[in-house]
Nanobody
């Protein structure tokens, strides 16, 4: 089992940047594929980015491709999401998630563990 804690959210103007972090404790972090999801008010949780167990496979939602970068530091048990050129439509609660199978994916149902989320608000 792994415990996940997100940080780094906040209020930023459109065009600005934020870097989210997700600290992990418990079972070996490097054994998990990791994902970032987001949920805006009144909307379903949606996929943003995924990174494989080895870090060799990365994928992004079309809505964030070219602006967001997912990365991981297994020595620090930490997952990151660098978000640049932020838009008001990026406003949401951002969650990190861990896939016990080490595969990852774009559906939230493929993940076993979730953090509590961090709020990102982008003003126009």
């Amino acid at each position: 089992q792994v415990q996940l804690v997100e940080s780094g959210g906040g209020l930023v103007q459109a065009g600005g940047s934020l870097r989210l972090s997700c600290g992990a404790s418990g079972r070996t972090f490097s054994s998990y594929a990791m994902g970032w999801f987001r949920q805006a008010p009144g909307k379903e949780r949606e996929f943003a980015a995924v990174i494989s167990r080895s870090g060799g496979i990365i994928d992004y939602a079309d809505s964030v491709k070219g602006r967001f970068t997912i990365s991981r530091d297994d020595a620090k048990n930490t997952l990151y999401l660098q978000m640049n050129s932020l838009k008001p439509e990026d406003t949401a609660v951002y969650y990190c998630a861990a896939d016990d199978r080490g595969i990852g994916g774009t559906s939230p149902y493929e993940y076993d563990y979730w953090g509590q989320g961090t709020q990102v608000t982008v003003s126009s």
